[in-house]
């Protein structure tokens, strides 16, 4: 009877359901997304679902080295996950390559159709869906913050990483804006940090005191070394998200990224319970916050003007 009575412990885990894995795979580091990871697992706990409970995560960092994200996507498909979860366009692209079966859930600053990434956004089709934070598309509005904070201004430089696939429509966009309103723009390069250094001394070289940093992961991770350049040399920037903004950046413009990983981790735990990418429409994060540190403006001796302020969705003092 002792036997049988142990054995039963041992009978009853053999019949507990396994825990699902899922693949979260991104661009950048684990620290530089640490808050929109955090707005992700908040999304799929909304489902049921708890990391280290009842769900298993695999992360894949590329660590701003896009180059390895193909190997990387390529682990996770021999991994068998349930669910992948790809954090940018570039990503979900080495996603996409690597299967065509497993579930994938993606967020970016793109347009997911027009990337080639689904077949539309009420139907995406295949094995793909997720959420659309329009970012690149803002930073025309940057210019315009710039215009309104100093309207004198005629050159205006725009921090990009040639290496992502958003950089056009920005430039693009930031074009058609700077012609509207009589400005030119400079385009600097950046795809590392030493990238970086090199852009903010070309931006001093050539006297430009306004700077609008464009969307990309790189810059994420960066954001300290990209606050701390911009105070010392006295440039008034506009960065695309609020983490730029709550360590020392003048102004942030953008969508509300945490939001757009929390509807990115109710798909996954949608997707979990059974539901198909395909019959899941692409969402748009619509929350959009315009954050003024105003600190940092008055050690620039810069005054915001009221109209600005009273726009501001957080005004930090």
């Given at each position: 009877?002792?036997?049988?009575?142990?054995?039963?412990?041992?009978?009853?885990?053999?019949?507990?359901p396994?825990?699902?894995?899922i693949?979260?795979?991104?661009?950048?580091?684990?620290?530089?997304?640490?808050?929109?990871?955090?707005?992700?697992?908040?999304?799929?706990?909304?489902?049921?679902?708890?990391?280290?409970?009842?769900?298993?995560?695999?992360?894949?960092?590329?660590?701003d080295?896009?180059?390895?994200?193909?190997?990387?996507?390529?682990?996770?498909?021999?991994?068998?996950?349930?669910?992948?979860?790809?954090?940018?366009?570039?990503a979900?692209?080495?996603?996409?390559?690597?299967?065509?079966?497993?579930?994938?859930?993606?967020?970016?600053?793109?347009?997911?159709?027009?990337?080639g990434?689904?077949?539309?956004?009420?139907?995406?089709?295949?094995?793909?869906?997720?959420?659309?934070?329009?970012?690149?598309?803002?930073?025309?509005?940057?210019?315009?913050?710039?215009?309104?904070?100093?309207?004198?201004?005629?050159?205006?430089?725009?921090?990009?990483?040639?290496?992502?696939?958003?950089?056009?429509?920005?430039?693009?966009?930031?074009?058609?804006?700077?012609?509207?309103?009589?400005?030119?723009?400079?385009v600097?390069?950046?795809?590392?940090?030493?990238?970086?250094?090199?852009?903010?001394?070309?931006?001093?070289?050539?006297?430009?005191?306004?700077l609008?940093?464009?969307?990309?992961?790189?810059?994420?991770?960066?954001?300290?070394?990209?606050?701390?350049?911009?105070?010392?040399?006295?440039?008034?920037?506009?960065?695309?998200?609020?983490?730029?903004?709550?360590?020392?950046?003048?102004m942030?413009?953008?969508?509300?990224?945490?939001?757009?990983?929390?509807?990115?981790?109710?798909?996954?735990?949608r997707?979990?319970?059974?539901?198909?990418?395909?019959?899941?429409?692409?969402?748009?994060?619509?929350?959009?916050?315009?954050?003024?540190?105003?600190?940092?403006?008055?050690t620039?001796?810069?005054?915001?003007?009221?109209?600005?302020?009273?726009?501001?969705?957080?005004?930090?003092?």
């Open positions: 009877m002792v036997g049988a009575a142990a054995a039963w412990p041992l009978a009853a885990q053999a019949q507990q396994a825990v699902p894995v693949g979260f795979i991104s661009t950048a580091s684990a620290k530089a997304i640490a808050s929109n990871v955090a707005a992700f697992l908040q999304g799929v706990k909304d489902f049921g679902f708890v990391e280290g409970q009842n769900l298993a995560i695999e992360y894949r960092w590329a660590e080295h896009y180059d390895r994200l193909p190997a990387l996507a390529a682990e996770l498909v021999r991994r068998r996950v349930a669910v992948i979860v790809a954090s940018t366009s570039v979900t692209r080495a996603i996409k390559a690597a299967t065509a079966t497993i579930p994938i859930v993606f967020t970016t600053a793109e347009d997911p159709v027009a990337a990434l689904v077949a539309s956004l009420n139907q995406p089709g295949g094995n793909l869906t997720g959420v659309t934070f329009i970012g690149a598309t803002l930073r025309a509005k940057n210019l315009e913050l710039l215009h309104e904070l100093v309207p004198a201004l005629a050159m205006v430089g725009v921090l990009v990483n040639p290496n992502n696939p958003n950089t056009k429509p920005q430039l693009r966009d930031l074009q058609a804006a700077a012609s509207k309103l009589g400005k030119t723009i400079h600097l390069n950046a795809g590392t940090e030493g990238d970086i250094d090199t852009a903010f001394a070309a931006l001093v070289q050539q006297q430009i005191g306004a609008i940093v464009g969307t990309d992961p790189v810059f994420t991770g960066r954001r300290d070394q990209l606050v701390a350049l911009a105070a010392r040399h006295q440039v008034r920037t506009v960065y695309f998200s609020r983490d730029f903004a709550e360590v020392g950046g003048l942030s413009y953008g969508a509300n990224l945490a939001d757009a990983f929390r509807l990115a981790g109710t798909y996954t735990g997707i979990l319970k059974g539901e198909k990418p395909a019959d899941l429409p692409v969402q748009q994060a619509t929350k959009i916050e315009l954050i003024v540190n105003l600190k940092t403006a008055k620039l001796g810069i005054a915001i003007p009221p109209s600005l302020l009273a726009r501001a969705d957080e005004v930090i003092e």
